[in-house]
């Protein structure tokens, strides 16, 4: 089994699922090592013997993959760099695909491409051609030597690309144990997929990234700046630590929590700015920011465990 990196709850209305979190991607990239080229043996990034604690010199090391115990095999620079991919300046669309056929655990890191060269036309036409076709493009690029997979994403006025992980480096599910899939393998009864799509249905919004912000780090934030404006500027209040989110109730009785969820929000009677008659905001969406700020808090704190830890 992978190593847990947190645990918490998934969370709508009044159910809650607790879960896991786990690594779903690995690096997969080639792991080069100095070594000294007259023992092999590995060399410190001061260029310092591992064995003998000696400094050596820069002509004396070497580059080697490590394969088995205490075994390298050693490359030349000339070696690495004959493998290095030959197209560095363009970007290759290999195929164009549905964008929801790529799962996100697949997305690594986002860029924005803008036309230079009086290529705005033709940059327009591929944006506009993608959002009419409903489609993405698939091509490798080379940035800073290394080859990578990435999906040409329209968005908004710009044109994205956005890194993919390659199918090496996804780690598969199948170590974990999960819930058959199917409703019917799950034990799920018709009724209660039915009132968990209506909460759903209920709870559904517009993607607004404005109303998402990073609450812990803008609060350690603010601490650091009310510290250095005091000339405090040597330690720092350790933050309290909020109860882990997997504490919550047991999930006894799946269809009872589904209609208490929707009996909740249909009686809560609001108005299109999100107020009740009462003026005061839905309780759903205190508690939601309440959930934010609770699993922020826990998953901050287990981040600090494990790097104390490690």
Same mark, same amino acid.
């Given at each position: ?36 080229? $007259?023992?092999?043996? &590995? ?5 310092? /013997? ?31 760099? /004959? ?8 970007? +290759?669309?290999?195929?164009?695909? $549905? ?7 697949? #997305? +690594? ?14 940059? =327009?036409? !591929? ?6 076709? *409903?489609?993405?493009? #698939? ?24 890194? #993919? ?9 199948? +170590? ?13 009864? &018709?009724?209660? !997929? ?19 912000? /990073? ?13 250095? +404006? ?15 989110? *997997? ?9 009872? !929590?589904?209609? $208490?969820?929707?009996? *909740?929000?249909?009686?809560?009677? /609001? ?21 934010? $700020?609770?699993?922020?808090?826990? *998953? ?7 790097? =104390?830890?490690?």
């Amino acid at each position: 089994m992978p190593r847990t990196l947190w645990k918490g709850a998934i969370s709508f209305g009044l159910v809650h699922i607790p879960v896991g979190l786990y690594p779903a991607s690995q690096e997969d990239d080639i792991d080069f090592d100095w070594l000294d080229k $007259r023992t092999l043996d &590995p060399v410190g990034y001061k260029r310092i /013997n591992k064995r003998t604690g000696k400094e050596i010199t820069k002509e004396h090391i070497v580059k080697g993959v490590a394969r088995g115990q205490g075994q390298y095999v050693v490359l030349s620079d000339d070696e690495i760099r /004959n493998a290095y991919p030959k197209t560095t300046q363009t970007i +290759e669309i290999e195929a164009f695909v $549905r964008a929801g056929d790529i799962p996100f655990v697949y #997305l +690594e890191r986002p860029y924005y491409l803008a036309p230079i060269n009086k290529g705005d036309k033709v940059y =327009a036409l !591929l944006r506009e051609t993608l959002l009419s076709a *409903g489609r993405i493009g #698939l091509a490798r690029v080379v940035i800073q030597t290394k080859q990578h997979l990435a999906a040409l994403v329209p968005a908004g006025p710009a044109l994205m690309l956005n890194t #993919l992980r390659w199918p090496s480096e996804i780690r598969s599910w199948e +170590e974990l144990k999960l819930p058959a899939e199917g409703s019917k393998a799950a034990g799920i009864k &018709p009724s209660e !997929l039915d009132m968990a799509k209506a909460l759903v249905d209920d709870m559904s919004q517009d993607w607004q990234p404005e109303h998402y912000r /990073n609450e812990f780090r803008d609060a350690v934030m603010a601490l650091v700046d009310q510290k250095h +404006e005091a000339g405090d500027v040597h330690e720092v209040t350790p933050q309290e630590q909020a109860d882990e989110a *997997g504490k919550a109730s047991n999930v006894i009785d799946l269809t009872e !929590l589904l209609k $208490r969820s929707l009996a *909740g929000k249909k009686g809560q009677g /609001n108005d299109d700015k999100g107020e009740s008659a009462s003026g005061r905001k839905p309780a759903v969406k205190k508690a939601a920011t309440a959930r934010k $700020r609770s699993a922020a808090s826990a *998953g901050a704190a287990t981040d600090k465990k494990r790097k =104390a830890s490690s």
